[in-house]
Every structure is written in C-alpha cells, then in structure tokens.
C-alpha cells in the first residue's frame, strides 16, 4: 500500500486545473511500486483565496474527463478520471506568511488563520483548528536573521508538532540545511508551482510516498494519520529543479510581478 502526494500545492486563478491534474496524477504516478496507487494533492492556498471551497461546493466544472467529487468531509474532495479511472484527493490547507516573513503551512485544515501572525502563534493556531503545520524551505527565507527563527520554532515545537517541507524549488545540488537532514523530524515534498500560467506542469514533480492509503470513509483523517507516520514510512520523490530552471522561474515570477501580471 503506498500514497503518493504532492504536500504543496497551490491552485492560482493563473493555473489551468484539468492541465494541473493531469500533470500531477502523471508525474506522481511515475513513482508507484504498486498498481494503481493512491495519489492526492495536499493544498495550500494563500490569503484572499479559497478556491477549495469553490470546488468542494460546485461552483466550478471540470471539462472532460475529470469531474469533482465532494467526499464524506469538508476538508477533502476526490477528483475522478472517467478514462483512467484513477482518483485524485485533494485536501484543504492554507499557506500562511507570519510577522517574521516566513511561511508556515497548515495542512488538512478548514479556516482563516491570518497573515502577520508570529512563526511560533501561527503553528499554535494551526494546531488549535487539527491542522498538520508544515515549515517549509523558501529559497532565502532560511537564511541570516531569519535562520534564528527557524531554528527557534524547531526547538520549541517536536517532531509530532512541525513538520519540514522542502520541494522542488530547492535546486539539485542545494545544501540541505540542518532541518531537512533531521532524521527524527517528518519531512515531506511538494512542487509549489507560482502563480503564473505554465506553472501547472510542475504539480506532483517533486512528492513524498507514505506508506499506507486513504480511506474513502474518512479521509482527512487517514490523511493526517499517514502525515503522522513514523520519517521512516516517509519517503521523497520525483525530483528537485536544475539551479537554472529555478532562476528562471524566479525571474519569470519577478518580471510578472514587476508588471502587475
């Protein structure tokens, strides 16, 4: 039994879904050691979005062959293939950017928890509402005054309290910093595509493969439990961008921003 999942996904207005899903459901499938595995994308949607919640509710239609389907939760949805018949879970989250210029993921989780917040208050508030807080690697953003409060956060909450992100915009090669060598700590993997057209390939390139499987009864909380499954039934996949496929991205992003894109 194995689930393969991209644990940072976002869904911007920029992306195209039915191309995200099918790059995701791809690019994650590649990585099976078992016939037709469980595969699920674990969102983290940023402040003024709730693009979820538009899913889960029905306000938007998938084109052909994928359609939505709400599940037994608010937290979850399935997304059916109607060629393939593969399934894709989703599950709720939020991203969200604390006082010190960090970002703290709140996985599997229903709910605003605002920006501005401090590391350590925004993961006591994604704890407080069920959520798994993830503290994932930002390229720069672990670095000089902020390196102290990583390494703050990490001391004050265990390993069954904060988990570590990386994802594929660490490039091949990158030193991996302190936090995604720790063997005692939960570290998972997602893509964490930009808010840009095109990015939506990038979704499931980079994952973790849990062992074990979603149950369709109750499936956030299967979610969270293989979220909280020993580092050792935790294992990244796919893989990481070249250096110059990350500045390009970057550079990409910037000019799109400098532009008002």
């Excluded at 998972?188 to 062992?211: N, V």
Aim: hydrophobic share 40%.
């Amino acid at each position: 039994m194995e689930f393969l999942a991209d644990t940072h996904i976002h869904v911007y207005p920029a992306h195209q879904p039915e191309r995200l899903l099918d790059a995701a459901g791809q690019n994650l499938r590649r990585w099976a050691k078992t016939d037709n595995p469980d595969v699920g994308l674990f969102w983290v949607e940023t402040a003024g979005l709730n693009t979820f919640e538009s899913w889960y509710a029905g306000s938007v239609r998938l084109s052909n062959p994928f359609r939505i389907e709400p599940s037994h939760d608010s937290c979850s949805l399935q997304i059916v293939n109607d060629v393939t018949h593969h399934i894709i879970w989703c599950f709720a989250g939020r991203q969200i950017v604390t006082a010190e210029r960090l970002e703290i993921l709140g996985l599997v989780m229903n709910g605003i928890i605002p920006d501005g917040l401090s590391a350590a208050d925004t993961i006591r508030r994604v704890l407080d509402v069920g959520g798994i807080p993830v503290l994932p690697w930002g390229l720069g953003k672990w670095l000089l005054g902020r390196s102290a409060v990583v390494k703050s956060v990490l001391d004050e909450f265990n390993a069954d309290q904060l988990w570590v992100g990386d994802n594929a915009m660490r490039p091949k090669g990158w030193f991996a910093s302190a936090p995604l060598r720790d063997q005692n700590r939960r570290i998972i993997a997602g893509s964490d595509p930009l808010p840009m057209p095109g990015e939506e390939s990038m979704a499931g390139s980079y994952g973790t493969r849990f062992t074990g499987q979603i149950d369709p009864h109750a499936p956030s909380e299967s979610a969270r439990t293989l979220l909280r499954c020993p580092p050792s039934d935790i294992e990244r996949i796919g893989h990481r961008n070249h250096l110059l496929t990350t500045g390009r991205r970057m550079w990409h992003y910037r000019q799109r921003s400098a532009q008002g894109a």
